[in-house]
């Protein structure tokens, strides 16, 4: 029973430096650090450790050495977890898919700082690193024996939840893509007002950047009205059931958090607290989706 109590704590870490990793690798995109150790890896500027530290080295080689670091906590989860809770059915699969998905965006950063790589997948860098964050989250959970202290077997759903849970999920990864691809095309303030592009003119975008940049709030003014009504929704047909009142409920917070943060984005021309909060609070929602659709495969569906 201590060895398992080491295991939580150890998990704990784990999901607390993946955190680390995502809001690092926001932090590399958003300050424009990414060739801050040029075109070396895993080396930084032809060095193993620069003795020349500027703002954009400091920050590319600490996140580099923090991926590195965690992701080796990474794989010893992942083992210890398939040996002490293996017979849980979804650990094996989240174990896989921790250090596969780590490995890959790891592969997919170092392939940008040698060789570069175009703007449409360099977005996929941040969605592959949300999916180990929601891994290692899961498998955290799974340790702690959250669906049994919910008593997840006991919860009951309609059909009509159970597709909105699966499609809000689906169509959050959509929304994150378009947000990385603001960045990586560098069209954060390519429309300088909020909500329009041009608040005194009505009309389409005249460019890429700024259909890059309204295709994205198009698509999170859409999650937020999905995510509010799943909310109400369950509120008025579940709410005896608590672990979908606070589970759906937190979901509208966080989503209402990151409108609010994409919105102040704007006002403060790109004010990083700002840039990295809305990094956080969309990585916080899609863990909490993929709980729930963890959550749904457990419970009984009504008809």
């Known amino acids: 029973m201590k060895r398992y109590n080491y295991l939580k704590w150890f998990a704990v870490a784990a999901t607390i430096g993946m955190l680390l990793i995502m809001l690092g690798g926001a932090l590399v995109t958003k300050t424009d650090s990414g060739m801050g150790c040029g075109r070396h890896w895993p080396g ?6 620069p003795d020349e530290i ?8 600490s996140h580099r050495v923090v991926t590195g670091a965690v992701g080796i906590l990474i794989v010893i989860l992942s083992v210890w ?7 849980v059915r979804e650990t094996k699969f989240l174990s896989i898919m921790a250090v596969f998905f780590l490995i890959l965006q790891a592969l997919i950063g170092a392939a940008q700082v040698k060789w570069g790589q175009g703007d449409f997948i360099l977005a996929l860098h941040f969605g592959i690193s949300l999916i180990s964050f929601a891994a290692v989250l899961l498998l955290t959970l ?6 049994k202290k919910f008593d997840a077997d006991k919860i009951q759903v309609g059909s009509k939840l159970k597709f909105h849970t ?8 959509i ?16 429309c300088a007002d909020w909500p329009l592009c041009r608040n005194d003119q009505f009309e389409l975008p005249s460019n890429l950047n700024e ?8 698509a999170a003014a859409l999650i937020v009205i999905w995510l509010v009504y799943i909310a109400f929704h369950v509120l008025r047909n579940y709410r005896e059931q608590k672990v979908l009142v606070w589970g759906w409920s937190l979901a509208m917070v966080l989503v209402l958090a990151q409108a609010t943060t994409g919105m102040l984005s704007i006002f403060t ?3 990083l607290t700002i840039a990295l909060l809305h990094s956080l609070f969309v990585t916080l929602l899609f863990g909490l989706l993929t709980y729930m659709i963890l959550l749904l495969s457990r419970v009984r569906i009504q008809k």
């Open 44 to 49: 930084c500027n032809g060095q193993l450790i």
């Open 54 to 61: 500027t703002a954009e080295v400091l920050i590319e080689f």
């Open 81 to 87: 977890s398939w040996k002490a809770i293996g017979h």
């Open 142 to 147: 799974l340790i702690f024996e959250v669906d």
């Open 166 to 173: 699966i499609g809000v999920t689906v169509y959050s990864y």
């Open 175 to 190: 929304v994150i893509y378009t947000g990385a691809l603001v960045r990586h095309t560098e069209s954060s303030l390519a």
């Open 211 to 218: 259909w890059v940049q309204m295709g994205h709030r198009t």
């Open 269 to 271: 021309r790109l004010n």
